[in-house]
């Protein structure tokens, strides 16, 4: 930046003394000189004589300080723009109620990263959460102590069975030896959100792992930015054990832990201090010790109790375990007071607990059915418990975060911290992406929104509210210690010319018809402030998304210079590696960024007209956009006869390797030029998707038959992300990445098709007849393929095969794979 500096110093010194120095001396000056009378002229060369000092040193300083002005002016441009990137947006918040404000919200399983685990929505959050492990069972040469959803701990099922969002859930988890039960129910009352329960039950998995010993941990634990927190253990005798605590996030409280039936073993704790959230298995493995069991022979894996640092003389613990261990089956309650619930009918425990379990669970398959009508439909009960299941891992999976990303923009040198901030979201995969995804949060609301609309609300103004200075907003959002001990650091800086498809849009678009229909004063005045975010986010896009050309746009952020990757990503697009044009330049038109901008300007006039705002630039760039003709001319490939991407290309590429232990590079086997890229995959159906094609066009036809292929995209079990005869179809990118975008099914798209479908198949238009029969097997395609790999596996998966219908990638996956439940209720 100094350097930047001293140059533009430079430039300016010789902008504005160049000048001065060609009038002073110009023939010009000389003759107005001599053309005065020869007193007047013997008068200036005196004063000449005598001042021409002082006036070349004027000039000088005049000089400098015109060149210092300009470069403190510089400056301090330079350091504006700085911070720009993490300046909040200029309006009022969408979120106008959070934390205890929002006491049906406040407490809950927030923490989905873990397998089971509690916390507030307040930005310095008291936790509690279940660690478990079987005696004799290692992994990686390590105990396998669970805590965190993890791939790698390979456990046969886990997830969410029932869970309404707020006030209670059931979970089963399978482990190797032990099979789980959590059950988790919420009380209101009082000042801080009231009390909540949760009964661990603990069986074999089998009857080979009957008399098999299991040890469960449950624990408290304080964030390091609560100062004035404290925990206190209390214990009363082999099988219970309570916590006494103050944090400022809930106040004063008491934990209770309760065994309820079985017999436990050994009960050990452990107090001590935790150095961050995100190291709280670590700080158990570091408290387990080899104990003495009740014989001689008998070794016992349990807590320490009280283990300090020696340097820690004030040994004031903020993080407090407690340990049972026992042959299953057994049970325990996990019972949390406020303090400041002074009048609570019951202690939520025993039957209490139960009673109350039951009328959530009624209540919840209630709702369910009202919203879904699956009974109605025909669906067998293994099926409607199947979507249960789903949904519920989506609402069960929403989680709370705070803290800063880390961003950089153009003018910073370095990655910078944007401000901290809090974030309501669901996540894509617990135990893959368990953090928040701008592009993946769209299609999660599209089911969370028809479930609880409130819920979805509050989601979307959260996201509205991490938006910068200029309308950005960052695409992925690491918050908090937990969530960014599980990014690799190449990902974690987020960059503020790159995108992502706005499809928080899309949850909008699909709530505005109970916007229409009935339009309260609360949804109103939420609409209002949710406003200005939207114009600032569309303009936003509409400034650093657009193409060289009108009525086009390009997604920044692709590397022209990679000698790796055989096609270069756009990450920006959240289709990652989907093949565009070989080689990036401004050239390039990205058809699915158009369709998305679309859909963008006509939801823009729906809200604008429903709150009385000028619409008129939205209508004219919906009509502009969605015009056909334009479109064709555009991006309709006569060569492929189907709509296409357009840049500099070259389908002859390979990866090669050159040398011995060299990785491979890729090669052009010929010149790239400007022309379509004719390869079909989900971008060429974007028009359809979107439903922007003219139900009387004769295109929509020729995009139906395309649909149906099965050379191109359509299988037994969905739609594939790429055509089988694409250049493309599952390459490796590099040498290393496994294909990802270029040919499995994705339960996203296929819903976007499932659902256009629909809306051909409802409207007017000489291809209704063929939308509908289209409609009617794809939607029994995508359904019954995930319903069946459930089923064999215990998961909904990332992606499927799209040769033999098998999950792939993560799992659980319940972000948008969970629209599954959309497509068996239809409720689109």
């Not at 209540?363 to 099926?383: D, I, L, P, T, V």
């Not at 402030?529 to 303009?539: D, Q």
């Not at 491979?664 to 971008?683: A, N, Q, W």
Request: aromatic share 14%.
């Amino acid at each position: 930046m100094a350097e930047m500096a001293r140059q533009r110093k430079t430039q300016l010194s010789e902008h504005t003394s160049h000048p001065r120095t060609q009038i002073s001396n110009s023939p010009f000056s000389l003759r107005d000189d001599s053309s005065s009378s020869h007193r007047t002229t013997r008068a200036r060369r005196s004063t000449s004589k005598n001042g021409s000092g002082n006036w070349c040193w004027t000039m000088m300083y005049s000089s400098v300080a015109v060149a210092v002005i300009s470069s403190v002016a510089w400056f301090l441009y330079w350091g504006y723009m700085e911070t720009r990137i993490n300046t909040p947006f200029n309006a009022p918040k969408v979120v106008m109620k959070t934390g205890v404000d929002v006491p049906e919200r406040y407490w809950g399983t927030f923490r989905p990263g873990a397998y089971f685990g509690t916390r507030t929505r307040h930005p310095i959050s008291l936790v509690t959460g279940l660690m478990w492990f079987v005696p004799g069972h290692f992994q990686n040469n390590m105990l396998a102590l669970r805590h965190w959803c993890d791939q790698s701990d390979d456990l046969p099922k886990y997830g969410w069975e029932k869970h309404d969002g707020f006030n209670f859930g059931r979970q089963t988890i399978t482990d190797k030896h032990v099979v789980l039960q959590t059950d988790y129910v919420r009380q209101l009352g009082g000042r801080h959100g009231g009390d909540w329960s949760a009964r661990i039950k603990v069986m074999p998995k089998s009857s080979h792992n009957v008399g098999t010993p299991a040890s469960l941990l449950y624990y408290v634990a304080l964030d390091l930015e609560d100062n004035l927190g404290s925990l206190t253990p209390q214990l009363f005798g082999s099988s219970m054990g309570t916590i006494i605590g103050y944090s400022e996030s809930v106040g004063s409280f008491q934990l209770h832990i309760v065994n309820t039936s079985g017999v436990i073993q050994y009960n050990h704790h452990l107090s001590t201090k935790h150095r961050g959230l995100d190291m709280l298995r670590e700080t158990v493995f570091q408290g387990l010790r080899v104990m003495q069991g009740h014989t001689e022979k008998e070794k016992v894996i349990g807590l320490a109790g009280d283990l300090f640092d020696h340097t820690d003389h004030e040994r004031n613990p903020n993080f407090i375990v407690f340990q049972l261990t026992g042959i299953p089956p057994f049970e325990f309650e996990v019972v949390y007071q406020s303090d400041s619930y002074r009048n609570r009918p019951v202690m939520l425990m025993g039957e209490a607990f139960t009673e109350e379990l039951n009328k959530y669970e009624n209540r919840f398959n209630h709702n369910f059915e009202s919203k879904f009508s699956m009974k109605a439909k025909g669906f067998s009960e293994e099926e409607i418990n199947f979507a249960k299941a789903t949904l519920s891992n989506m609402v069960g999976g929403i989680g709370y975060f705070y803290g800063a990303s880390r961003v950089q923009g153009a003018y910073n040198a370095d990655p910078v911290p944007y401000w901290k901030a809090p974030l309501y979201s669901g996540v894509p995969s617990r135990s893959f992406f368990p953090r928040g995804f701008l592009w993946d949060e769209g299609f999660h609301n599209l089911l969370i929104s028809k479930w609880n609309k409130e819920i979805s609300m509050d989601i979307l103004a959260h996201w509205f509210d991490l938006m910068n200075h200029d309308g950005w907003i960052p695409r992925e959002q690491i918050l908090g210690t937990e969530a960014r001990a599980r990014v690799p650091s190449e990902f974690v800086v987020q960059r503020d010319k790159n995108a992502n498809p706005p499809t928080l849009l899309l949850t909008l678009h699909s709530m505005m018809k109970d916007f229409q229909e009935e339009l309260s004063d609360e949804n109103y005045d939420y609409l209002v402030r949710l406003w200005p975010r939207l114009k600032a986010w569309y303009n936003w896009f509409n400034t650093t998304q657009v193409g060289d050309m009108p009525g086009t746009y390009r997604w920044r952020g692709r590397d022209p210079i990679t000698q790796r990757e055989l096609n270069p990503k756009t990450l920006t697009s959240g289709l990652d590696d989907y093949p565009r044009a070989s080689n990036p330049t401004p050239d390039e038109r990205h058809l699915d960024l158009r369709c998305w901008m679309a859909l963008a300007s006509g939801l823009m006039a729906d809200i604008g007209r429903l709150i009385e705002k000028d619409t008129t630039r939205f209508e004219e760039t919906f009509k502009y956009l969605t015009n056909n003709e334009l479109l064709d001319s555009l991006h309709w490939s006569y060569t492929a006869n189907g709509y296409m991407d357009f840049g500099l290309h070259t389908p002859d590429v390979d990866l090669r390797r050159f040398a011995q232990n060299q990785e491979k590079i890729r090669v052009l086997l010929s010149d790239p030029k400007l022309r379509y890229i004719d390869s079909f995959g989900y971008v060429s159906f974007f028009p359809l998707f979107l439903q922007i094609i003219d139900p009387y066009s004769s295109k929509l036809g020729k995009v139906l038959e395309d649909l149906h292929r099965t050379d191109l995209l359509w299988t037994p079990y969905g739609l594939r992300s790429l055509a089988k005869n694409s250049p493309m179809y599952l390459k490796k990118n590099t040498e290393h990445d496994p294909p990802y975008w270029r040919g499995a099914i994705w339960i996203n798209m296929n819903f976007l098709a499932v659902r256009a479908l629909k809306f051909y198949s409802t409207t007017d238009g000489p291809y209704r007849t063929m939308a509908d029969e289209l409609y009617k097997e794809l939607r029994q395609n995508v359904v019954k393929n995930v319903q069946k790999e459930y089923k064999r596996t215990g998961y909904v998966w990332e992606h499927y095969n799209d040769k033999t219908g098998k999950g792939e990638g993560c799992r659980p996956f319940t972000g948008w794979t969970g629209l599954v439940v959309l497509m068996m209720g239809e409720a689109y």
